[in-house]
């Protein structure tokens, strides 16, 4: 089985054909899905397929690049959110993204965001899903001195392996996804196969980056199975032994279990 620990079912692409997604993904052994707020109204609507839907957790917040979005009264609204749902299992995404705006300004407001949304996560204990572009130092040091309780996932992660290395010290997983398949991800390649599979997660970040050989096309939640096959390669491993080392992962980093006894 697997676990897409970042898809945002909530996007209106993959939105207004969910059922038809659900059941192809459902056919290829992908039973969990953590779909991904990056403003409020994102949010909500992950909020509401979590409720409508067995195999889908919610994961709120307003991501850096929203940041003209983020205010009190929205932020707020968020935490309404939380307190009247018990499969949000997540923080994010948030974190920093220095790739569009490097103005001092609007980096010092994404700072505050994030250190904003890691105490909402360690109030209600949540992990959270980082998502860091073009920022790697400043996301490393805010998790350093702003230490989230119950950790999370780097979404997405693009930097060095010495850097990956620091954030699995600070008890993170590594999220892989379609980025894995391209063929000028060497970095990438190279941290999966040097870290240890206790520390990897997979994810599509559906729709965007679909893996080889759909890139550049909607990413489609069913493809995860084509990143679970590219990476089970890469790492001489048998699918089906890596598929379930990761989903266990998965369940851990995220609570899943701890949350379903709870109902
Ligand atoms: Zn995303």
Redesign the pocket.
């Known amino acids: 089985m697997i676990f897409d620990t970042?898809i945002?079912l909530n996007e209106p692409r993959l939105l207004e054909k969910i059922d038809f997604y659900l059941k192809e993904a459902k056919e290829n052994g992908i039973d969990k899905f953590l779909c991904?707020g990056?403003d409020y109204e994102s949010s909500k609507k992950a909020f509401e397929l979590a409720d409508k839907y067995d195999e889908i957790y919610a994961a709120i917040a307003i991501m850096p690049t929203e940041h003209k979005s983020f205010n009190d009264k929205n932020f707020n609204k968020l935490e309404d959110l939380l307190k009247i749902s018990n499969k949000i299992i997540a923080i994010g995404?948030t974190g920093l993204d220095y790739y569009r705006e490097k103005e001092t300004e609007i980096k010092e407001k994404q700072k505050d965001m994030f250190i904003r949304h890691i105490e909402l996560a360690n109030k209600y204990d949540l992990p959270v899903s980082i998502?860091c572009r073009d920022s790697i130092q400043d996301t490393f040091n805010i998790l350093k001195t702003h230490p989230v309780k119950e950790k999370g996932v780097m979404?997405?992660y693009s930097g060095s392996l010495e850097m990956a290395k620091e954030f699995i010290k600070l008890g993170y997983k590594i999220a892989f996804g379609g980025v894995l398949t391209f063929k000028n991800s060497i970095t990438t390649k190279q941290v999966l196969t040097s870290i240890s599979i206790d520390d990897v997660v997979l994810e599509t970040?559906a729709p965007?980056l679909a893996p080889m050989p759909y890139r550049g096309k909607l990413n489609e939640p069913k493809y995860i199975k084509n990143i679970a096959i590219f990476a089970s390669h890469l790492l001489n491993m048998d699918l089906n032994v890596f598929e379930n080392k990761i989903y266990k992962n998965s369940l851990r980093i995220f609570h899943v279990e701890r949350n379903e006894d709870k109902n």
Do not use: A, L, R
């Open positions: 970042h945002h991904v990056w995404e998502h979404h997405c970040d965007y």
